[in-house]
């Protein structure tokens, strides 16, 4: 039996204006009475999520920023910084292609080492308070999140990164144009494993809705994974089923059909 939802939120949960569908929060208060955890699982900060959330924060948790913040019953239980050498190495080879741009963000601010003109916003790459430097912030800034803007050919550029720095970090395309950038050892699913752990469920209980390459881990383990119709091909092909689009709130009516089912 389902007892927790684990949503990624753009292009997934979230509408194509990137907000919450209306009666969201009203289906997070049902599956709550239905003893189902909801989680939102994003890449975006914890910041935005609460906000997006804050009707109905208290009674949902937080896998933020691609796993670097999990945020259990309004408690943080987990905080993921980035290595400040390895961010150097990561800006050093940036820096050697003239096609790539970096973006690092802590807990409030989005750090962009090159013109903000040359970032186009997407999906999660909405780039909250962001502040131009010509280099790394210091060791004294936590960072939490970074992500690579590519003017072209994205999956190339992510082999790049991949070769050179596959010590340090996993390189996943997400949208268009863009490549998140993620710690080893740190995901979506290693935060989801730590909601589990504290509801003291198991994977097979959990359902998992994405539509990116920073969603695989979660689909993988999740007992029920469900990919979305606008979601990337391999996404679908590992996913226990296809459902519509983010645009027709497809999340939202299986949530609804689940409630049918245990009510």
């Known amino acids: ?48 999520l609460h906000e997006l959330f804050e009707p109905v924060a208290d009674c949902m948790d937080f896998v933020a920023s691609n796993g670097a913040q999990v945020i259990v019953g309004g408690e943080l239980v987990d905080l993921e910084v980035f290595s400040h050498a390895a961010v150097r190495r990561l800006a050093r080879m940036v ?22 003109a040359r970032f186009e916003r997407e999906v999660d790459k909405n780039l909250p308070n962001p502040t131009c430097v010509t280099d790394v912030p ?36 997400s949208g268009r144009k863009w490549i998140d950038v993620m ?44 990919a979305m119709g606008n979601g990337r091909s391999a996404i679908k092909q590992i996913a226990s089923k296809t459902i519509g689009t983010n645009v027709d709130n497809s999340v939202q009516k299986e949530l609804r059909a689940l409630l049918e089912g245990v009510q």
């Open 95 to 116: 820096n050697l292609f003239d096609t790539m741009h970096l973006a690092l963000f802590d807990e409030t601010r989005s750090y962009l080492l090159d013109d903000e």
């Open 183 to 226: 710690q080893r050892g740190v995901s979506k699913a290693t935060g989801i494993q730590q909601v589990l752990d504290a509801h003291g469920l198991s994977a097979d209980q959990m359902m998992a809705f994405g539509d990116s390459m920073n969603d695989y881990e979660i689909l993988r383990m999740a007992g029920m994974s469900v």
């Open 1 to 48: 039996m389902i007892k927790l939802i684990a949503s990624d939120m753009d292009g997934t949960f979230l509408d194509g204006n990137e907000r919450v569908p209306e009666g969201s929060y009203d289906l997070i208060l049902r599956l709550q009475d239905a003893g189902v955890r909801f989680v939102a699982s994003s890449g975006r900060r914890f910041d935005t």
């Open 138 to 173: 210091s060791p004294k800034t936590s960072i939490l999140k970074a992500s690579v803007y590519c003017d072209e050919d994205v999956m190339d550029m992510a082999y790049i990164l991949t070769r050179e720095l596959d010590d340090d970090f996993v390189f996943a395309p």
